[in-house]
């Protein structure tokens, strides 16, 4: 049996090997003793030949090798896969409400690089992105159907980053029977997932704790509009009913059973998922938007089967495009209401712009994918936050997001904060989240703290 090969480390790196950062750089290597074959296990040593972990070689990407252990492995076996995924149901089991229902395996920040996993009901849905996982496909399957005994197995691994390892792009199905479309819960809610069109493997998960947490800004809003719980009297005065009912201004029952709601407003909502809380939660009126007409149908069937049909219109537009024109309409209103409307051309109809929401939700997709793109990340941050928070009531709230890994979390809270002051805006921070439990995260892995998720209380500055 021959001796497996060795990566040797430079002396004068940085350390990032042992902080935790599970990724040796083609830089970070003074040389390699013996053959390594793609995709194959070699041992990672200090430049003093002392043993520090064991990993998979690949020549052909920047990053030479993904650590899998600390301790010497003979090989990444069935068995060992199937250890490793115990660990991740287990998590999951303690951790994930929904645990028929959400992300299984988290590539390094569950100790299988280049690997995640998504559960729908009965199918999971599986991305490999590396060449040490390709050329282990058969023993990987054999663990996943030995832990999760699933129906069927559906690959997505439609990815670029695959083109790095020197990889196809691959989708199909992998094993047993995998319907597109499967329904999932989530917080209670019933949502449709395309395992086949949909993003990434059909749905995102991370934001599931996130989603809840909008929860407290959807009731309350009803005294805004001068309605009141109030005792009703009968014509002789005595009492109608033990409870009480809202009342308008003038004293009129509101039938209306949301009229404590929030009108809010989500942009970038994919399938609807904040959409489906929003209403869950108590919202009075919901404007769900997507540029992708295939995202806002879906959007819709969802809406639909929770009953929610109602409260919701949809929208399919840009983002940016949406936001600017009712910014715009709004200023004009502003403007006809202003001393000086004489020079305002009021013959102009108005139509339906210029609208403002109790909530405004904004989820985009990742702006910066690479650092190079991080200057033109954090216009698009401030662009569409700007936009937003003007059409935020005074009082409401703004929930916005960034799943950009090279937005780092301060920059991200230092461009709200630019687009707070061109907007004349004072933001009180409620809320400051990330990834969900069945995302957790590696100290010293800085790539895996990815989302950035916040609630502002929203006040106009001249109004404090």
């Known amino acids: ?253 509101v039938t209306f059973p949301y009229w404590d709601g929030a009108t809010v407003l989500e942009c970038f909502a994919h399938t609807g998922s904040f959409t489906l809380h929003a209403c869950k939660y108590g919202a009075k009126k919901v404007t769900c938007l997507d540029v992708s007409e295939h995202a806002i149908e879906t959007a819709r069937r969802n809406v639909e089967r929770n009953g929610f049909g109602d409260r919701v219109e949809f929208v399919v537009a840009d983002a940016f495009d949406y936001l600017r024109t009712q910014v715009k309409g709004l200023e004009e209103r502003r403007a006809r209401s202003a001393a000086d409307s004489s020079k305002v051309d009021t013959s102009r109809p108005l139509g339906g712009t210029g609208r403002t929401f109790d909530v405004v939700i904004l989820d985009p997709p990742a702006f910066a994918k690479t650092k190079l793109a991080v200057e033109g990340a954090c216009r698009g941050y401030k662009d569409i936050n700007l936009q937003g928070l003007k059409l935020v009531n005074e009082g409401g709230y703004l929930v916005t997001a960034s799943c950009s890994y090279h937005m780092r979390p301060e920059l991200f809270l230092e461009t709200i904060q630019a687009a707070a002051a061109d907007a004349g805006k004072t933001l009180r921070l409620v809320e400051w989240r990330a990834a969900g439990k069945d995302h957790p995260q590696l100290l010293g892995v800085s790539e895996g703290h990815y989302l950035k998720f916040a609630i502002f209380e929203v006040y106009s500055r001249e109004k404090l």
Request: hydrophobic fraction near 40%; include cysteine.
């Open 1 to 253: 049996m021959n001796e497996r090969a060795k990566v040797v480390l430079k002396k004068n790196r940085k350390p990032r090997l042992e902080q935790g950062h599970p990724w040796i750089y083609a830089g970070e290597i003074e040389r390699l003793e013996g053959i390594a074959e793609p995709g194959g296990l070699v041992d990672v040593v200090d430049h003093r030949g002392r043993y520090a972990a064991t990993g998979y070689w690949n020549e052909q990407s920047q990053i030479r090798v993904r650590i899998v252990a600390y301790e010497p492995i003979g090989e990444m076996d069935t068995a060992f896969f199937a250890q490793r995924l115990t660990r991740c149901k287990q998590h999951r089991e303690r951790f994930a409400p929904d645990a028929a229902d959400c992300r299984l395996v988290y590539g390094e920040a569950d100790f299988l690089p280049g690997l995640t996993v998504d559960r729908f009901g009965g199918v999971l849905v599986v991305q490999v992105l590396t060449l040490g996982m390709e050329i282990r496909r058969e023993q990987l399957q054999e663990a996943l159907v030995q832990v999760f005994a699933p129906e069927g197995i559906y690959e997505r691994s439609d990815v670029g980053v695959r083109r790095l390892e020197g990889l196809e792009e691959r989708t199909g199905v992998w094993y047993g029977e995998c319907p597109r479309l499967i329904e999932i819960m989530e917080n209670g809610l019933r949502l449709e997932v395309d395992i086949v069109e949909g993003q990434k493997t059909g749905y995102f998960y991370d934001q599931r704790e996130n989603r809840a947490a909008i929860a407290p800004l959807m009731t309350g809003w009803g005294a805004r509009s001068g309605i009141r719980l109030a005792q009703l009297e009968t014509d002789n005065g005595a009492p109608e009913g033990a409870g009480l009912v809202p009342v308008n201004a003038n004293g009129k029952p």
